[in-house]
């Protein structure tokens, strides 16, 4: 299709064997040009299939085409969950790049009125997952107990399943992942023979490099027992269980005196309500020359999760918009030093990772089903898409007590060689 | 006095004049404990001038002394206020280092309970004055017209007004305040031939840095009449009258589009209440590759400004906590890029300006009186203190439009040579 014989919103009849006697079939067009307009109006064509379909007046991006009238109600009925079920399990099918067309929605959908509105509604009847001690457990072991050999096959050879950091684009993903690991322990401006605690720990890839790199001795917290379990073994593999303690426990449950607090990738299943205790768990156990870093997952501004990633993905997940993460700092004095946003530096890890994931997916198969690869794959790509759009931020908070003036002069040492 | 022979709260009865018949001597030692008491018992001797003294336990950082007990007697209804007053009309006085001095007590009235309270108390009775179009135009005009050869005895050759950048701690004032136009001017990645937007130019050498090292045209608002005046004439003198143009009027009349938005030093006086109209001001200048910066004093959390510094100095100020500053970017759907926090930039700079200001100080009591002279005084090492103890921060926030992609990949740039 090109631009020339394309008109904005028309509907072009054709033979319709998805029709029912009795049944118009300009309601399929109308059905069409309405899902269109929900999402407002993206270069994309939308059909039924062997059916009705809309064009656009641009070249469309990608052709999404319903396998019956009926998936295409249900979609309409609740969209931000069931686009994603219904790519799921097949009964949408997509033609053209996958993360295109998902950055093509989220910019037309940020413009447009309607969506929004709509979004609004399904937000005010929007229940999330608790991050209460036990539902923090479920909500973690829903995602990250999926099984270790599934993420060491797109993750990389780090296992760092967070946003990395790219010193030039061209840098590899491993690469990334460690200059990542460097940037968060010269911010935190780590000293041989200190002490660190780690909230949220993932398959302790960072507090391995800390100790090995910087010197330091580590206890890391974490619900997930896949993950513990991963890092255990690994520390004692790489002979450096001395140095680093994974606990399996709720970073509600951090106690004792540590020089340093870090939080890479945590922070968005805390759950705002609990921000104040995070902060104050961090104050307490920092001296007074303490400081610590957060990394997340944020927003421009307050707004829940992508529901269908919500609900299938990251149960209890939030990002959090600056105004929020503030109510971490502010009840307990602690002084936010620099926030960094890295938001493309996650679309391109996440780019990474997709690619991975793809050469992979043959193995992704056959660990689970192809349901469960399309899923993955939806999730991948529109995380890029959240971030490479904006949707998403990535913010690196890092901070220190009020009273801690043995804070960096400059952030020149960021950058020395 | 040295430490063995202090005592913690003691009294030391001497003659004492001031005594009223009937009345018990024992009185004004209870006042002189209150007094430290309120202020979270820091190591500072307080007496009645000829009559009672309160010591300490360690050797004093300073001696405060009240001309009388009236004096005191009334520190003790309003001390936020009435302390600064006191030390203005000499009925208080101070033996010791002033800056010193100040530090001591922000530093135990923050972790004392009693001041936070009675803080609260007094913050419930505040009402501070309003930045409407006209309120602004009052509030500046108490501030910034008081007379250009007053500022330029202790601002340095830059007439900057606002925190300077220092490279290293040696570097003087002047230096440094070029270093922070550079600085701001990097974060913005400014391009020859492009156009910048400034609300609230003090005298005018952002934009005359701008438009002569970085090549772009420049419109700068600032309702203060005498700095506005200043600007132009340096302009027409430099020879870049036609690339900058200086307008005296609010930021809320700004309109056209640019391609920055750059305020430095003014936010302190928009009010919160404004904070989201100045969002979308900054919103609507800018292009879809737009961005900007605000460079402001700030708070770890929200507290209202010294009271005496607001009546007296500043009225209608106010340093936000970044929760508040999130009001400007959050509504319009700006994205945080980078906030740096320059406090300690902030306390050498006001070193730097106290000097100028005491080497000065003959010639600005010829300019005004004594009590000027120890009101400025008191302002310049208050604020010293206030950023040295961490109850005041500085922070430069660099945003841009939601889906602007052509931001910096790292920070590198701002520290490469």
Redesign the interface.
């Known amino acids: 299709m090109n631009a020339s014989n394309a008109s904005l919103g028309s509907a072009s009849k054709r033979d319709n064997p998805s029709t029912e006697p009795g049944e118009s079939p300009v309601r399929d067009s109308w059905l069409l040009s309405k899902v269109r307009s929900l999402l407002g109006d993206p270069p994309v064509e939308f059909s039924i299939r062997g059916g009705d379909r809309v064009r656009t007046v641009k070249a469309p991006v990608a052709r999404v085409t319903f396998a019956s009238r009926k998936s295409l109600l249900s979609i309409l009925a609740d969209p931000w969950v069931r686009f994603g079920d219904s790519y799921s399990d097949g009964t949408l099918t997509i033609e053209g790049d996958l993360v295109e067309l998902l950055e093509t929605i989220y ?1 037309s959908s ?1 413009m447009g009125d309607k969506p929004s509105r709509m979004r609004r509604a399904v937000d005010l009847l929007h229940r999330p997952h608790r991050n209460t001690l036990a539902g923090s457990r479920d909500n973690i072991h829903h995602h990250y107990d999926i099984g270790n050999p599934f993420y060491s096959l797109w993750l990389g050879s780090t296992m760092a399943y967070t946003c990395a ?5 061209a840098a590899t993903l491993d690469e990334a992942q460690t200059a990542k690991m460097d940037h968060v322990c010269r911010k935190l401006r780590l000293r041989s023979g200190e002490s660190v605690v780690e909230a949220g720990c993932g398959w302790g890839t960072l507090a391995l490099h800390m100790a090995r790199h910087y010197g330091v001795r580590v206890r890391a917290f974490n619900i997930s027992h896949e993950q513990v379990a991963y890092a255990r073994e690994r520390a004692a593999r790489e002979g450096l269980a001395g140095k680093v303690e994974y606990v399996e426990d709720d970073y509600r449950s951090i106690s004792g005196h540590y020089d340093a607090f870090v939080s890479v990738g945590m922070l968005e299943h805390v759950g705002v309500r609990n921000y104040p205790t995070l902060g104050r768990i961090a104050r307490a156990c920092l001296g007074s020359n303490g400081r610590g870093l957060i990394h997340s997952i944020g927003r ?3 707004a829940r999760l992508q529901p269908w990633i919500e609900k299938r993905i990251f149960p209890g997940a939030y990002p959090p ?3 929020e993460m ?2 971490i ?3 307990s ?9 890295l ?2 530096h996650y679309a391109q890890t996440l780019r990474h990772w997709l690619a991975l994931y793809e050469a992979a997916a043959d193995r992704v198969r056959a660990m689970f089903d192809e349901k469960f690869v399309r899923m993955w794959r939806l999730y991948l790509a529109g995380s890029v898409a959240g971030f ?3 949707t998403l ?1 990535l ?1 690196q908070v890092v901070f220190a007590t ?4 043995d ?1 960096p ?4 040492h ?3 060689s």
Chains 1, 2 share one sequence.
């Open positions: 910019r940020a950091y790219y010193p030039t684009p421009n501004h307050p918009a600056l105004s503030s109510q700092f502010e009840p004095d602690l002084s936010v030093l620099d926030i960094e946003n938001r493309l490479s759009t904006g931020q913010f009020a009273e801690n003036n804070v002069w400059t952030r020149a960021l950058y020395g």
